[in-house]
């Protein structure tokens, strides 16, 4: 009820499934829900959708329980060369 009605206040779209979402969120706060909505509205936006799809839900939930994504974990080829040396 609680992720209802934080996302009665974003357009959503036909295709969400908030009741998927709410099994998948046991334990989280009301304020978790509201960063969790929050942030699958800002995902949407950044696609170009008008509405909040189940894909930028989940990838808000994935965002809030495993942190922000990083991308600077990727490790070159010229770096991993690198420290190969370094280490060797």
Same mark, same amino acid.
């Given at each position: ?14 295709? %969400?499934? /908030?009741? *998927?979402?709410?099994? !998948?969120?046991?334990?989280?706060? +009301? &304020?978790? =829900?509201?960063n969790l909505?929050?942030? %699958?509205? /800002?995902? *949407?936006?950044?696609? !170009?959708s008008k509405f909040v799809? +189940? &894909?930028? =839900? ?9 942190? *922000? ?20």
């Amino acid at each position: 009820q609680i992720l209802q009605l934080y996302a009665s206040k974003v357009p959503l779209d036909d295709g %969400a499934d /908030l009741d *998927a979402l709410a099994r !998948g969120t046991p334990g989280m706060s +009301g &304020a978790d =829900l509201f960063n969790l909505v929050n942030q %699958a509205a /800002l995902k *949407a936006a950044l696609d !170009g959708s008008k509405f909040v799809t +189940g &894909a930028a =839900l989940d990838f808000a939930k994935d965002k809030i329980l495993m942190g *922000a994504e990083r991308k600077s974990a990727v490790l070159s080829k010229e770096t991993m060369e690198m420290t190969a040396y370094h280490e060797g």
